[in-house]
């Protein structure tokens, strides 16, 4: 048949050749196909060559866009590797947990691991172990996962576009960091800046007017010092509208004398001498009273007789500069003195068991009392007080704690709100380490005005009976941050009862009395 079909002869001749011809360009070509071996690889013979296209192997075909093709001849061993249960995975799995942690980190490390997988059993044993190799191993965790250079904190945009108007532009400021001064070289640094006027409220239009930014200097000190007067607080707060108030306010000894010499803030309110009896009349002559004291010694033998002077020859303290006040603003800020336009609250909390369960004896059944009082003392500013001891909380308290409230329409059936003030005392304060007080004792004893430490404030007040009289000391204090407020804070020193009867001192525990601390009342105004 081949004799006869002559184009089927020509097609097997260029057939062979063609195919010859690509054996020969593969063999010539670099290739990257892995021979398994000279004895796999089957040898291609003149019948094979000879098959027609559908039948030619896999093996010799060209490659697509000369990139060879790859033979992973290793798959079925992989296959056979990760099957559970093979000797090569066993063995693969004994290679990985073969590294047993030694020191006290690589314990706290694979506990972490362990946690974050779930197993929380493992975790908590290395947890141990780690801890008993180390008690500071979660500090070398932290120092070493977590150093301190990696929490910088990114500094904030110093100009941020929402920024109010009365921010100053910092984008002159240097860019080598913060500059090292002190606040009143800062403060300093304002003195020649003048007020600066509001900018306008749209581009093109005129600026409004400031009568601040024009006005002379001596003018503009008369309205601080005015302001100064009607509230403090205010006052202290202009330094927040710009660099110019600020330098005025830090700075103008002038304001702050006169609060200093002032009555409404200042010294001149204080009473170092009793200036009126404990019942609250003025004191006109002069009257003896019995003063512990300074070690609290109760022997009648230490006991100092003082004579009191009248209210209205008390002169003020001296208020002169010194290497302890240099400027009047430090006097003011941390000489002692009493405020007046608030209270002084002790909230004092203790626990004390209860009455136990008589037909067992497991302390676990018997129940416990929380206790919590308050106790108040507010004063006035001419030399009385009011002090009371109550479990009325001072929301409820503090708005009656004045001296029309006391014994009025409080019996015991009352009902009005101001019916908490049934239990209040009245009483006298003054201040101790004035230095200017005249006093002439009768005895030679030791505790005078000259000699008591500044800063303490001594209180007399009604006993539960009429012939009980009771003597408080207290010391001024600061609570808070550094450069707040200061003087907020009375702390106990002594508290002692005396009988008139008997002439005989008591002294109370103060186990679980605490200090006072000073709370503003806005009702009470100035505390006129």
């Known amino acids: 048949m081949s004799a006869n079909n002559p184009d089927l002869e020509t097609f097997r001749k260029q057939w062979q050749e063609e195919v010859t011809a690509r054996l020969r360009a593969k063999d010539q070509a670099p290739t990257s196909i892995t021979a398994r071996g000279s004895s796999e690889k089957p040898d291609i013979s003149a019948e094979k060559v000879a098959l027609p296209p559908s039948d030619v192997p896999k093996e010799v075909a060209e490659p697509v866009d000369g990139i060879s093709t790859q033979a992973y001849h290793d798959l079925e061993n992989r296959e056979d590797e990760n099957r559970l249960g093979s000797e090569r995975s066993d063995h693969r799995l004994n290679t990985q947990t073969s590294k047993e942690p030694k020191s006290a980190l690589e314990h706290y490390e694979k506990a972490i691991e362990r946690e974050d997988q779930g197993n929380l059993g493992d975790s908590l044993k290395l947890y141990r172990q780690a801890f008993r190799l180390d008690a500071d191993?979660?500090?070398?965790?932290?120092?070493?996962?977590?150093?301190?250079?990696?929490?910088?904190?990114?500094?904030?945009?110093?100009?941020?576009?929402?920024?109010p108007v009365t921010v100053p532009n910092t984008a002159h400021h240097s860019l080598d960091g913060p500059s090292n001064i002190t606040t009143a070289q800062l403060i300093a640094s304002f003195s020649d800046l003048p007020?600066?006027?509001?900018?306008?409220?749209?581009?093109?239009?005129?600026?409004?007017?400031?009568?601040?930014?024009?006005?002379?200097?001596?003018?503009l000190i008369d309205i601080l010092l005015k302001s100064a007067i009607i509230d403090l607080a205010a006052f202290a707060r202009l330094s927040l509208v710009c660099k110019r108030l600020a330098y005025l306010v830090a700075t103008e000894d002038r304001v702050w004398e006169r609060i200093c010499h002032g009555r409404e803030y200042g010294f001149s309110a204080m009473h170092y001498t009793w200036a009126t009896s404990v019942t609250g009349q003025p004191l006109t002559t002069t009257v003896q009273t019995i003063d512990l004291p300074p070690d609290g010694s109760?022997?009648?033998?230490?006991?100092?007789?003082?004579?009191?002077?009248?209210?209205?020859?008390?002169?003020?303290?001296?208020l002169t500069l010194s290497s302890t006040y240099p400027s009047y603003k430090e006097m003011f800020r941390t000489r002692p003195r009493i405020r007046f336009n608030g209270c002084y609250i002790s909230t004092v909390n203790y626990h004390r068991p209860g009455a136990s369960n008589a037909t067992s004896n497991a302390t676990y059944t018997s129940p416990v009392h929380i206790v919590t009082y308050y106790r108040y003392l507010r004063f006035f500013r001419d030399g009385t007080c009011v002090s009371l001891l109550t479990t009325a909380e001072p929301a409820d308290v503090v708005h009656h704690l004045t001296k029309e409230n006391i014994h009025a329409h409080h019996h015991r059936e009352s009902m009005l709100p101001s019916a908490v003030m049934r239990h209040a005392l009245r009483g006298r304060w003054r201040l101790s380490g004035h230095l200017d007080f005249d006093s002439s004792p009768t005895s030679d004893a030791k505790a005078t005005p000259e000699t008591e430490a500044e800063g303490d404030v001594h209180v007399e007040t009604e006993g539960v009976d009429a012939k009980y009289l009771y003597k408080i000391h207290l010391a001024l204090r600061s609570a808070g941050r550094a450069g707040g407020a200061r003087n907020n804070k009375l702390v106990w020193k002594g508290f002692w009862s005396y009988n008139r009867l008997t002439d005989d001192w008591a002294a109370f525990t103060l186990r679980n009395d605490r200090a006072f601390f000073w709370s503003r009342v806005r009702s009470y105004g100035m505390g006129w």
């Open 137 to 163: 191993v979660d500090r070398i965790y932290k120092h070493k996962h977590f150093p301190p250079s990696s929490s910088k904190i990114k500094p904030a945009d110093p100009n941020p576009p929402n920024a």
């Open 195 to 219: 007020v600066p006027p509001a900018p306008p409220s749209t581009e093109g239009s005129p600026p409004p007017p400031c009568p601040l930014a024009g006005i002379p200097l001596e003018i």
């Open 298 to 318: 109760l022997h009648m033998s230490n006991l100092t007789l003082s004579h009191n002077t009248p209210f209205s020859t008390i002169r003020p303290p001296s």
